[in-house]
């Protein structure tokens, strides 16, 4: 058992740094990762469905079942690049997205032209913890990354970053508020000079 969990780790691990390296690749000078999507196994249930759905019918026909199962297997293959190709990394600078297959799109967005981060969460999400997160950036430019495990966290960023400029809007606005109030002030103090009559 402690074998299969070492190898299964290792595996993983080797996945992760192929990923890490393909995003240092990415990354310009001065830039670094804040948050990396983790993807839910979720995105198997598709293809797993079927394969058991083609072992339950080739009981019964077995050219359906073995019809079935080749579906199944080309559907399996295509979740395993899916989920290998896909991609959603903010730095400190843009977002970075990678998906397709037939038609690979690598799109990187800089924060300052992001609009929104939202959640689409059906109930299969809600349940085992997984959604798709959609990026809307400025000029109605949009990235959907489904199966996301971290989902909220991305969403969480999206709000603390937001919050955080218009908190700084606020102050700048209570600073030239103070500003302008100690300008009356010191008007109001220096007393005017009178005119002399000659």
Not at 58 to 70: D, E, N, R
Not at 150 to 166: H, I, S, T
Request: include cysteine; charged fraction near 25%.
């Amino acid at each position: 058992m402690s074998t299969k969990k070492e190898t299964a780790s290792q595996t993983t691990r080797a996945s992760n740094t192929t990923v890490d390296s393909e995003i240092q690749k990415i990354l310009v000078d001065g830039e670094h990762v804040i948050l990396r999507a983790k993807f839910h196994g979720a995105i198997y249930w598709k293809s797993v469905a079927v394969l058991i759905f083609s072992v339950l019918i080739g009981l019964f026909v077995h050219q359906f079942g073995i019809l079935f199962m080749i579906v199944g297997a080309i559907m399996l293959c295509i979740a395993i690049l899916t989920q290998h190709y896909l991609l959603l990394v903010i730095t400190n600078k843009r977002v970075l997205a990678r998906y397709g297959l037939l038609q690979m799109d690598v799109i990187d967005i800089r924060l300052s032209k992001i609009e929104s981060i939202d959640l689409e969460r059906m109930m299969p999400g809600h349940v085992f913890g997984y959604a798709n997160v959609v990026v809307m950036g400025t000029g109605q430019r949009l990235i959907r990354i489904p199966f996301v495990k971290n989902a909220n966290d991305f969403r969480k960023f999206y709000n603390e970053m937001v919050l955080a400029e218009e908190g700084n809007e606020e102050a700048e606005e209570i600073i030239e508020k103070e500003k302008a109030t100690k300008k009356t002030a010191a008007k109001k103090k220096t007393p005017t000079k009178k005119k002399k009559k000659t």
